[in-house]
């Protein structure tokens, strides 16, 4: 005898499908989350909810969305009993050319209203006395958070049911409704336009070194508040999930430069995954003519629009506009 098939069936047990199943369930579904047990990209991830700190010329569409994404986190942890890390983010510059890119970046941004306040390097030093003397400038941006993305999803698995399972095709897939949301698997799984872009992290132990999440334009260190730190991350357009040296040397020198005491850290692991890139970096949220919800494509951005996604998914498997 066959278990009942629930209402929707999520094909990928990653932040994204996870809490799209934890919305739909809260609007009365039953639902099943399909976990291939493959490694995930959000095992690789620092939990970043940095819309501002993101925002690039060019990109004001994903900008709308990751602050729309962004207003909905503090409800969203509350209900999962999960921690926001809330000290704001610094974005720095190591020598001139960086500043100048940086001044670019924050008059883009202070153009859209968003919050984000220009320090000279020895106002930024009392905020992050460990920051080197040769910092140039910096940028404070208090409403860039961050999260554990482990945390998060150990949280929402609590809540929904969820079965190891490898789907092969998703016609096999037993329920009222199907969702794929299985990241760089969508592609061979739903014939979704995704590609992987491989990023390596340096997950590392230290004493408290710095409050907030520090930024260069080619890094960022995200403190966990526990001696744990996660830094990264390569943006590579590969497909294989093997650290390389030339990785790690440029990740621990970049961030070095302006954070020295770095190096003193004990590097835990070195990893490396998948992130689901679009051809226009924007996320695929959509039903197509066959019922199946596509849910994919997040690249940088999956764990900060895991709570909006989900809203829009939930609605449209109840009808109703999010």
Same mark, same amino acid.
């Given at each position: 005898m @066959?278990?009942?098939a ?7 047990? %990653? ?5 799209i ?7 009365? &579904? ?7 047990? *493959?490694d %995930?990209? @959000?095992?690789h ?7 501002v700190?993101?925002? @690039?010329?060019?990109?004001? /569409? =994903?900008?709308?969305?990751? !602050?729309? &994404?962004h207003?909905?986190?503090?409800a969203?942890? *509350?209900?999962l ?10 974005a ?13 970046l ?12 220009? =320090?000279?390097?020895?106002?930024? +030093? +009392?905020?992050?006395?460990? !920051?080197a /003397?040769t ?6 941006v ?27 095709? !998703?016609? #096999? ?6 969702? =794929? ?5 969508? $592609?061979?799984?739903? %014939?979704v ?11 590392? +132990?230290?004493?408290?070194?710095? #409050? ?8 960022? !260190?995200?403190?966990?508040g ?9 943006? *590579? *357009?590969?497909?294989?999930c ?7 040397f ?8 302006v ?11 070195v ?5 689901? $890139?679009?051809?226009?970096?924007? /996320?695929?949220?959509?039903?197509r ?8 494509? @997040? ?5 900060l629009? $895991? ?7 939930? %609605? ?7």
């Amino acid at each position: 005898m @066959h278990d009942p098939a629930p209402d929707v069936a999520i094909v990928g047990g %990653g932040p994204i499908g996870l809490a799209i199943a934890f919305r739909a369930q809260q609007r009365g &579904a039953s639902v099943l989350v399909l976990d291939s047990g *493959e490694d %995930g990209a @959000h095992r690789h991830a620092a939990g970043m909810l940095a819309p501002v700190t993101e925002a @690039h010329p060019g990109e004001d /569409p =994903l900008l709308r969305m990751a !602050l729309d &994404a962004h207003a909905r986190w503090p409800a969203f942890a *509350e209900e999962l009993g999960i921690a926001l890390r809330t000290n704001g983010t610094l974005a720095v510059a190591r020598d001139a050319d960086d500043a100048e890119a940086l001044d670019r970046l924050h008059a883009y941004r202070s153009s859209l209203g968003l919050a984000s306040e220009r =320090l000279l390097p020895s106002k930024a +030093r +009392r905020l992050e006395p460990a !920051l080197a /003397p040769t910092v140039r400038l910096a940028l404070d941006v208090p409403t860039d958070w961050s999260v554990d993305p482990m945390e998060l999803v150990a949280a929402l698995r609590s809540h929904v049911p969820v079965r190891r399972e490898r789907v092969e095709r !998703l016609e #096999d897939v037993r329920a009222g409704r199907v969702v =794929l949301a299985a990241g760089v698997g969508s $592609a061979a799984l739903g %014939g979704v336009p995704v590609r992987p872009v491989k990023g390596q992290v340096i997950r590392l +132990r230290g004493p408290r070194l710095v #409050d907030r999440t520090i930024r260069t334009l080619d890094a960022y !260190l995200v403190p966990r508040g526990d001696g744990r730190y996660v830094l990264g991350a390569t943006m *590579e *357009e590969r497909g294989d999930c093997t650290p390389t040296a030339g990785g790690v040397f440029e990740l621990i020198r970049d961030m070095s430069e302006v954070l020295p005491g770095i190096l003193e850290f004990e590097i835990e692991a070195v990893t490396a995954g998948l992130r689901p $890139a679009t051809p226009d970096n924007l /996320p695929i949220v959509e039903e197509r003519a066959d019922g199946v919800i596509i849910a994919t494509g @997040h690249h940088r951005n999956g764990i900060l629009m $895991a709570p909006a996604t989900a809203d829009v998914v939930a %609605g449209m498997l109840a009808g109703v506009p999010a």
